[in-house]
Antibody
C-alpha cells in the first residue's frame, strides 16, 4: 500500500533552517508529485509548494519563495523540504502529500512537528 | 488569509444531514476542480472528495460533493459520531499560482 513516512520532530532556534524528509513506498516515486502542507496549532492548512520527483522541478507559494527548497533522492524514493530563516511563526506540523491529477492529495505523511523557539 | 471561505462550524444530530459550503472566486473554484479533506483530531488530513464530486476508494458514500460557479459544497448524510472532524475544501488558484485551502469547518455531532 502507498505510504509516506516522515522524519521526526525538530526544534530549531530563530534564524536557523530545518529539513524534513518524506520516505515513500508502495508506488513508483517518480510518477506522482510531492506537495508540502503545514498546519500551525489550532489553525488551518497552508500549502508550501510542490515538486516533480522525476524532473526535480519545484514551485512554491509566493510567501515562501526564497526561503523554501524541495529536493529528492530517487534511489531511496525520498523527498525533502528545507525551510530557512525560521521564525516562531514557522512553528507547525509539516506534512508531505502525494499529488494526483486534478490537484488532489490522495496520500499523506504522518506529519512532522517543527518547533522554533529561542 | 485563505481565499476560500467556509463556515467555522456546523452541528447536527446523529443520522441527520449537514452541508458545508465553500465560497471562492473565478480564479480558483470557478476555474478548477475542488477537493475536500477530512481531518480527524490529531491526525493527518485524508482525501474525501476529488474533482468536485468523486469519492476515493474506501470513502463512505454518505459523503458527496458538488460545485456550481464559484462555490462548492460537501454534504454528509446519516451523520455519525465518527464524522466529528475538521473539513477543508481546496483547489488551485490561478491568480496566486498556488494551491489554496478553505478556512476549515468543524463538524460536531450532537
Amino acid at each position: 500500500q502507498v505510504q509516506l513516512v516522515q522524519s521526526g520532530a525538530e526544534v530549531r532556534k530563530p534564524g536557523a533552517s530545518v529539513t524534513v524528509s518524506c520516505k515513500t513506498s508502495g508506488y513508483t516515486f517518480t510518477t506522482y508529485d510531492i506537495n508540502w502542507v503545514r498546519q500551525a496549532t489550532g489553525q488551518g492548512l497552508e500549502w508550501l509548494g510542490w515538486m516533480n520527483p522525476n524532473s526535480g522541478d519545484a514551485a512554491f507559494a509566493h510567501r515562501f519563495q526564497g526561503r523554501v527548497t524541495m529536493t529528492r533522492t530517487t534511489s531511496t524514493s525520498t523527498a525533502y523540504m528545507k525551510l530557512s530563516s525560521l521564525t516562531s511563526e514557522d512553528t507547525a506540523i509539516y506534512y508531505c502529500a502525494r499529488g494526483k491529477m486534478g490537484g488532489s492529495f490522495d496520500s499523506w505523511g504522518q506529519g512532522t512537528l517543527v518547533t522554533v523557539s529561542s | 488569509q485563505s481565499v476560500l471561505t467556509q463556515p467555522p462550524s456546523v452541528s447536527e444530530a446523529p443520522r441527520q444531514r449537514v452541508t458545508i459550503s465553500c465560497s471562492g472566486s473565478s480564479s480558483n473554484i470557478g476555474d478548477n476542480p475542488v477537493n475536500w479533506y477530512q481531518q480527524l483530531p490529531g491526525k493527518a488530513p485524508r482525501l474525501l472528495i476529488y474533482y468536485n464530486d468523486l469519492l476515493p476508494s474506501g470513502v463512505s458514500d454518505r459523503f458527496s460533493g458538488s460545485k456550481s460557479g464559484t462555490s462548492a459544497s460537501l454534504a454528509i448524510s446519516g451523520l455519525q459520531s465518527e464524522d466529528e472532524a475538521d473539513y477543508y475544501c481546496a483547489t488551485w488558484d490561478d491568480s496566486r499560482h498556488g494551491y489554496v485551502f478553505g478556512t476549515g469547518t468543524k463538524v460536531t455531532v450532537l
